[in-house]
């Protein structure tokens, strides 16, 4: 039986000439039938109406008398995104739904981009439907009586899990979701104006639905989403099952030969590039960082000048009002080409784009994926993609992309486990508003998958933290944050309150400064670190512009124009992004494919050339195989290894190796790496026959111990900690406008790391700290995995004469990072290409790639 909610949505489809999916009908049944779960549907595909139309009419089916009259029904519906840029495209979608079926509502966001008087405004009076962030929706949690707020509150929408699953922002969305449960479970104690007592022990009427791309784990991110307690008969996975038609193709060198072996920037293919831009209404051309994207633009800008005006540049360190007018341009299909990073991967719907180029491998199958999804971003349209290779070997990236996509290979997203500094965060944000217990706080928290293996003693470890400073800190005021009242844990301080408000969130950076026109006018922010490195008359590029640094003053950095051609391009920290597992295995494949000679597709057979100088200079390892390539010169001996398995695998590897052979013989390392291998420098001969001789070469035995020997463990954790502390609120990072010096933080940072690890070593965001430096600085489990796989295969050990096509580039990679010369770095790698005969590699492509990178990739070992 239909019903009148159903009905009014299906007369609403047949006047917008719509046809509803069966996954739509399918998640509207599931809905109306009270259950929760996961939306896995691709971009473009309507997923937001699939979700939001069902609760429109549960809302209509429950006044359908009264229903075009209704209002004042308090929050029903909170829509939590990922990005503050989502909201304002959702909220468009959504009003115009409501106002097209006659629904007197006003959707509403709230995010940091929301004026401070709507904010306020909102505080007394919440829409039925209200978007935010996990940072806003926090924040909302430490006011005062927060739970009225949410006492009417029917069900929650967590869009793009896919992009917050396995990071602290997801986990401060499972915390959040494990709160509004307990708000909204039957009892009368809500009533009563009390949030404390008994409420986790009755059924809450909430509905909690996520919707994600493909992913390899989708099962697992249900999971997560829903928390442990969520009864499973009112679960629903929801697959849209949509063919998204999608065309990928490889742009490649008309030269094979004459293309660059190294480098990352890709300009020697601006040319065909803009012969797809030129056929296209609008390209969105993605970069892998924000220094790229300027360099891209600043191309564009002087080979193709009648693109003025009609091109843009979005990413994250651009203005606000900057990127809202790029989207808004985008929709109008005002622009025809717009330089991009990941701040345009997620939602927003920009139909006149058709065509995408991806600039470099996206080191991910499920981030190319949700990048071709920008183009042809509406049901039953062609996506269109372009994968531009900005060396000769990631063309290879490019087959093991195109073939993983057809397979349906997808990175999972593994949760974050035992986050403490985030649980301190949160426990310190319920203390703000209107306090918590101890034991009902514990309970809820063990509900999430977060936290299911918290200890009691661990939570009592950190409570002790937040109200007297535990062990160390107890003689410090600053760090007696909660009191505790009739057994409620509560912030009384208006200072600590503030000031924890002002805290609220998981994302870390560098500090950052503010960059202005001497006239007035933001043009968005840049690192302190590269900001301090100016002097006043210094050109550097921009936002797309030339700028001549004029002076800095309450940190912002005041600029005027230049016109200057030349001029240093910003950087930015975490820029580089290592090679997936899945995506290295899939590239492992093709290079086996290669070997065998199996392999047909058009990024293999135009590498033909470099494929037969590797076999002819050494060897193509097939599946079965594990290449190490040896040779001497100059600067000593070198030994090349080749797991691929991306950079922080390598990283951990080669130190890991290194320390090994350095049992054999003491020497000093020099280490360089890339995402394909990594090499080992070393001044005398290194006894690698005899290290390969000894079976625990590349044993998993004494692992973790190896590793804390080859590595500073102790520097990598601080490092970690330093993030740690922020979120943990041990430091405090300023106010708005007035921001701690970043070397201020650091050095306080660093000594609270320090006075934890000497008198209270069993500290929990110590031990977070070593834990997050081994599974995320060097992945500790794929380097496990990959040292499993290679004790399985045949070792080729070969001596070569040069360096290879395999070889060539992790040695290049090394070369922006030694300083002590007096030459450029053209002038270095033209040496070496003709030290070694390579005449293959480009030197200015090479030259510009090392210069965009940032310092760290070589480094020195001493065993």
Request: charge should be neutral; charged fraction near 25%; include cysteine.
């Amino acid at each position: 039986m239909v019903t009148q909610g159903q009905q009014v949505i299906k007369q609403w489809y047949k006047q917008k000439n719509w046809q509803q999916f069966p996954f739509q009908q399918e998640m509207e049944d599931a809905y109306l039938g009270g259950y929760s779960g996961l939306l896995n549907a691709p971009t473009g595909s309507g997923k937001t109406f699939a979700l939001f139309l069902p609760f429109l009419a549960d809302f209509i089916n429950k006044h359908p008398e009264n229903y075009l009259h209704k209002t004042n029904n308090g929050l029903l519906m909170l829509w939590i995104t990922p990005l503050r840029a989502l909201t304002n495209d959702i909220k468009k979608a959504m009003q115009e739904v409501c106002d097209e079926i006659g629904l007197p509502w006003k959707i509403a966001t709230r995010t940091g981009d929301t004026p401070a008087a709507e904010k306020q405004a909102l505080k007394k009076k919440l829409p039925e439907v209200l978007l935010t962030t996990p940072e806003s929706l926090h924040l909302m949690l430490a006011q005062k009586e927060y739970y009225k707020l949410f006492q009417n509150l029917e069900v929650v929408v967590i869009d793009e899990w896919h992009e917050l699953l396995g990071t602290k922002r997801g986990v401060q969305v499972e915390l959040g979701l494990s709160r509004l449960k307990v708000l909204s479970r039957k009892s009368e104690v809500l009533s009563e104006g009390s949030p404390h007592s008994r409420l986790h022990t009755l059924d809450s009427r909430l509905k909690i639905w996520g919707i994600s791309a493909t992913i390899g784990n989708l099962e697992q991110a249900a999971e997560v989403l829903l928390g442990n307690n969520f009864p499973p008969e009112k679960v629903k996975m929801i697959r849209a099952n949509l063919e998204k038609k999608l065309l990928i193709k490889s742009i490649i060198p008309d030269n094979i030969e004459n293309y660059s072996w190294a480098g990352h920037i890709g300009l020697k293919l601006l040319p065909q590039v803009m012969e797809i831009v030129a056929k296209s209404v609008t390209t969105l051309i993605f970069t892998n960082t924000r220094s790229q994207s300027e360099i891209w633009y600043h191309a564009i800008l002087n080979n193709y000048p009648e693109y003025a005006g009609i091109m843009a540049m979005h990413h994250g360190s651009l203005d606000n009002e900057l990127r809202n007018w790029v989207e808004q341009a985008l929709h109008a299909e005002a622009l025809k080409v717009v330089v991009c990073t990941s701040s345009l991967d997620l939602g927003v719907d920009f139909r006149p784009v058709d065509s995408v180029v991806q600039v470099g491998s996206p080191k991910g199958v499920a981030r190319f994926m949700q990048r071709a999804g920008r183009s042809g971003h509406h049901p039953g349209a062609v996506s269109r993609a372009y994968f531009v290779p900005t060396h000769s070997l990631e063309l290879l990236e490019g087959a093991a992309l195109k073939q993983a996509i057809k397979d349906g290979i997808f990175e999972s997203r593994d949760p974050l486990l035992l986050t403490m500094d985030v649980l301190i965060q949160y426990m310190v944000t319920l203390a703000v508003s209107d306090g918590f217990t101890a034991n009902e706080l514990f309970e809820e928290v063990k509900t999430t998958f977060a936290f299911a293996d918290l200890k009691r003693s661990e939570f009592n470890q950190l409570l002790d933290f937040i109200t007297t400073g535990g062990k160390t800190l107890a003689q410090y005021d600053e760090f007696l944050k909660v009191e505790v009242e009739n057994g409620i844990f509560k912030v009384n301080n208006r200072r600590v309150a503030m000031r924890h408000r002002l805290s609220i969130g998981t994302i870390t950076s560098e500090l950052s400064i503010k960059v202005s026109w001497l006239s007035g006018g933001s043009l968005g922010t840049i690192e302190e670190s590269f900001i301090s490195r100016l002097k006043p008359g210094n050109t550097f590029w921009f936002a797309g512009r030339s700028l001549e640094f004029v002076r800095i003053k309450e940190m912002t950095a005041y600029v005027r124009k230049s016109n200057a051609k030349k001029g240093m391009i910003p950087s930015w920290a975490g820029g580089r992004m290592p090679l997936s597992s899945q995506l290295s295995a899939m590239f492992r494949v093709k290079l086996d494919e290669v070997a065998h000679g199996t392999a047909n597709d058009d990024e293999v057979v135009a590498l033909k050339p470099l494929f037969d100088l590797q076999s002819n200079l050494s060897h193509l390892p097939q599946s079965h195989e594990f290449l190490i390539e040896s040779f001497k010169s100059q600067q000593g001996h070198h030994l090349l290894f080749y797991p691929f398995e991306g950079r922080l695998v390598h990283e951990g590897m080669a130190s890991l190796l290194a320390y090994r052979i350095s049992k054999i013989k003491p020497a000093s390392f020099s280490i360089a790496m890339n995402d394909y291998g990594f090499e080992l420098l070393a001044d005398e001969d290194i006894p690698i026959e005899e290290a390969l001789e000894d079976a625990g070469f590349f044993s998993i035995d004494n692992l973790l111990e190896d590793i804390q020997h080859s590595l500073n463990a102790n520097e990598m954790a601080r490092r970690r900690f330093r993030d740690i502390a922020h979120i943990g609120g041990l430091v405090f990072t300023g106010y708005p406008g007035q921001p701690v010096k970043n070397k201020h933080l650091q050095a306080s940072t660093s000594l609270l790391f320090e006075v934890f690890s000497e008198y209270e070593p069993d500290n929990l965001l110590v031990r977070q700290a070593y834990n997050e430096a081994l599974a995320f600085q060097l992945e500790e489990f794929r380097l496990r995995m990959a040292l499993q796989r290679i004790v399985k295969q045949n070792i080729i050990l070969k001596t070569i004469e040069r360096p290879t096509p395999f070889a060539f580039p992790i040695m290049v990679d090394s070369l922006g990072r030694e300083r002590l010369t007096t030459e450029t770095l053209e002038e270095r790698i033209a040496k070496m290409a003709r030290q070694y005969d390579v005449d293959e590699v480009l030197p200015s492509e090479n030259a510009k790639a090392a210069k965009t990178r940032k310092p760290g990739i070589r480094r020195e070992r001493r065993f």
